[in-house]
Structure formats: C-alpha cells, structure tokens
C-alpha cells in the first residue's frame, strides 16, 4: 500500500522557521521525483517546490525563492522542506506529492501521482 506522509506542520511567528518533513511506504523512494504544493483557504492549490531522484536539480516557484529549501535523504526515504523567513501569507495546508518528473518551474500537479493528507502550517504576524 502507498503512502506519504507529511509532518513538522505548525504554528509560528512571521519571521520564524519551521522544516517539514515527508517519508513514502510502498514506493521506491530513490526512483521519485518529490514535490511540495500548499493550499491557502479560498486559493486553488500551488506548486512550491518539487526536486528530482537524485537531487541535482530543484524548482521553486517564485514566492519562495531564497526562503524556502527543498531536500531529500534517499537513504531515509524522506524530504524535507525548510521554511525560513516565514510570512503571514505562507499559511496554508502543505502537501508532499510523489511522482517521476517535475515538467518545469510551474511544478504542475497533475506531475504527481501520489498524495499526502497535508500538514498545517499557519504563520502569525
């Protein structure tokens, strides 16, 4: 059975930090392209990162860029997203999305065929 996991979610100031983290069962781990997208209330869900099976090329959507890092430990089957500089606009539902390609810096979702429940992340000004 497949499964993704998100964890790490929570409450934070503006300006603060939190890392999220994303672990798979029943997938090959180091065979996937990984990617996080975030769902604000109200807001159509949003590409904001996605990286590659071996890590040497990463996609950011713009909002992000130079706050957020997207990783991954093949060997602990787990990415990772660090959030630094935390806005009150990041508050959203964040998911982690497994697939085998990431077409481009829109990150599309329909690139990903699997799906975690999300975890929340809410940033207070």
């Known amino acids: 059975q497949v499964q993704v996991v998100e964890s790490g979610g929570g409450l934070v100031q503006a300006g603060g930090s939190l890392r999220l983290s994303c672990t798979t069962t029943g997938l090959k781990f180091d065979d996937l392209t990984m990617g996080w997208f975030r769902q604000a209330p109200g807001k159509e869900r949003e590409g904001v990162s996605c990286?590659?099976?071996?890590?040497?090329?990463?996609y950011y959507a713009d909002s992000v860029k130079g706050r957020f890092t997207i990783s991954r430990d093949n060997a602990k089957n787990t990415l990772y997203l660090q959030m630094n500089s935390l806005k009150p606009e990041d508050t959203a539902l964040y998911y982690c999305?497994?697939?085998?390609?990431?077409?481009?810096?829109?990150?599309?979702?329909?690139?990903?065929?699997?799906w975690g429940q999300g975890t929340q992340v809410t940033v207070s000004s």
């Open positions: 990286i590659n099976w071996s890590g040497a090329w990463k």
């Open positions: 999305a497994a697939g085998h390609y990431c077409s481009g810096p829109s990150i599309p979702s329909t690139d990903f065929g699997y």
